[in-house]
């Protein structure tokens, strides 16, 4: 078989004694970014995992690892691609969401697919059509610090809520556009995100390998069984993002010489209703502009959000906030949350 991309390694069909004894062995074998393709029992059907598309996730790799260590045969063909393998491989060993020098692989997935990550990206999109899975699971993610698993997708229907409840009972349904490759489900291909919690947290790896055991060996994975019913969906979450020149710093107190402080345990905040009482941090007022939250489309929402009294950063209204990071450098080049309204009410 062709797949028209030197960027990809193609590996067919690997028996338990060819994947090495470790993870770490696994991906050395596998040297930089590859597509497995495990052969179901009926072959006329695919679905296809991308996994490590961050290179300090693990819990993806490790559960497609064990599947094929305990040499499961799959309903129905199952191809996983494997993104970052040389990011995850660099020492040390899963340190790295990309390299320095790289962009981040999640998000290039649209045109116009520059450099290395970008020609990878398009290479993945291009297999993707030509092998047509039925279903997609765009990355089984890590947080940085510990947190409840959650799925997001861009579509709430039917199909959405039975790929998300075979990894966890919480759903976030986004418009946002960021170049991610979950955005594939614009294709009219089913696909969701799942975040399986902290990349230290051994929970994470189980939430992870009993998730794709579901998705790789029932036979129906797109029709919602009643189990499913105690989905949790939080609709069009925002972000906050930081101008470029703003300093983040984590702190018990106050950094004078930070724009913005906030307490290093924040992450516990994480699907938590986050009353208006709740002081969230410290802003300088000068640097309140260096905030910003919008909605999708470009409406500016931030005062719907966050209050400042006085230096005090406090929610305007009751929330729900995720993906908080404690990470500074993710702060800055991606997000310091998400949030939606505690009563669900839009934010436009
Ligand atoms: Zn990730």
């Given at each position: 078989m062709s797949l028209g991309s030197p960027l990809i390694r193609y590996w067919y069909n690997p028996s338990?004694?060819?994947?090495?004894d470790t993870v770490e062995a696994f991906l050395q074998e596998m040297a930089g970014a590859t597509l497995i393709h495990i052969p179901g029992r009926d072959r006329s059907r695919k679905r296809a995992i991308c996994t490590l598309l961050h290179g300090n996730e693990p819990s993806g790799t490790r559960g497609v690892f064990r599947f094929i260590k305990e040499g499961i045969e799959p309903a129905v063909d199952l191809l996983c691609f494997f993104g970052s393998v040389r990011t995850a491989l660099h020492e040390p060993m899963f340190f790295y969401r990309h390299l320095p020098e790289h962009r981040d692989l999640n998000r290039c997935f649209r045109p116009p697919f520059e450099g290395d990550q970008g020609r990878l990206a398009k290479a993945i999109l291009d297999i993707l059509e030509e092998m047509a899975p039925e279903a997609l699971l765009e990355d089984i993610h890590n947080t940085s610090g510990m947190g409840p698993s959650f799925a997001v997708c861009m579509k709430q229907d039917a199909e959405h809520e039975a790929l998300t409840s075979l990894f966890t009972q919480r759903m976030l349904v986004t418009g946002l556009r960021l170049g991610a490759l979950f955005e594939y489900s614009e294709r009219n291909v089913p696909t969701v995100t799942i975040e399986c919690?902290?990349?230290q947290d051994p929970h994470a790896d189980n939430i992870a390998f009993e998730g794709i055991?579901?998705?790789a060996t029932e036979e129906d994975v797109l029709t919602p069984q009643p189990a499913d019913w105690g989905l949790e969906v939080l609709r069009e979450p925002v972000r906050l993002e930081l101008r470029e020149d703003a300093a983040i710093t984590y702190s018990e107190a106050e950094d004078v010489y930070a724009d913005i402080t906030l307490p290093p345990d924040v992450?516990?905040?994480?699907?938590?209703?986050?009353?208006?009482?709740?002081?969230?941090?410290?802003?300088?007022?000068?640097?309140?502009?260096?905030l910003i939250i919008n909605t999708p489309d470009g409406v500016d929402v931030k005062d719907r959000i966050l209050r400042l009294e006085g230096n005090r950063l406090y929610p305007a209204q009751a929330l729900k906030m995720f993906m908080i990071t404690s990470n500074a450098t993710i702060a800055k080049s991606d997000c310091l949350f998400y949030a939606v309204t505690d009563d669900g009410s839009h934010l436009e």
């Amino acid at each position: 078989m062709s797949l028209g991309s030197p960027l990809i390694r193609y590996w067919y069909n690997p028996s338990p004694d060819m994947v090495g004894d470790t993870v770490e062995a696994f991906l050395q074998e596998m040297a930089g970014a590859t597509l497995i393709h495990i052969p179901g029992r009926d072959r006329s059907r695919k679905r296809a995992i991308c996994t490590l598309l961050h290179g300090n996730e693990p819990s993806g790799t490790r559960g497609v690892f064990r599947f094929i260590k305990e040499g499961i045969e799959p309903a129905v063909d199952l191809l996983c691609f494997f993104g970052s393998v040389r990011t995850a491989l660099h020492e040390p060993m899963f340190f790295y969401r990309h390299l320095p020098e790289h962009r981040d692989l999640n998000r290039c997935f649209r045109p116009p697919f520059e450099g290395d990550q970008g020609r990878l990206a398009k290479a993945i999109l291009d297999i993707l059509e030509e092998m047509a899975p039925e279903a997609l699971l765009e990355d089984i993610h890590n947080t940085s610090g510990m947190g409840p698993s959650f799925a997001v997708c861009m579509k709430q229907d039917a199909e959405h809520e039975a790929l998300t409840s075979l990894f966890t009972q919480r759903m976030l349904v986004t418009g946002l556009r960021l170049g991610a490759l979950f955005e594939y489900s614009e294709r009219n291909v089913p696909t969701v995100t799942i975040e399986c919690g902290g990349a230290q947290d051994p929970h994470a790896d189980n939430i992870a390998f009993e998730g794709i055991l579901r998705y790789a060996t029932e036979e129906d994975v797109l029709t919602p069984q009643p189990a499913d019913w105690g989905l949790e969906v939080l609709r069009e979450p925002v972000r906050l993002e930081l101008r470029e020149d703003a300093a983040i710093t984590y702190s018990e107190a106050e950094d004078v010489y930070a724009d913005i402080t906030l307490p290093p345990d924040v992450e516990h905040h994480n699907f938590g209703r986050i009353s208006t009482d709740v002081q969230l941090g410290w802003v300088k007022p000068e640097s309140w502009d260096k905030l910003i939250i919008n909605t999708p489309d470009g409406v500016d929402v931030k005062d719907r959000i966050l209050r400042l009294e006085g230096n005090r950063l406090y929610p305007a209204q009751a929330l729900k906030m995720f993906m908080i990071t404690s990470n500074a450098t993710i702060a800055k080049s991606d997000c310091l949350f998400y949030a939606v309204t505690d009563d669900g009410s839009h934010l436009e």
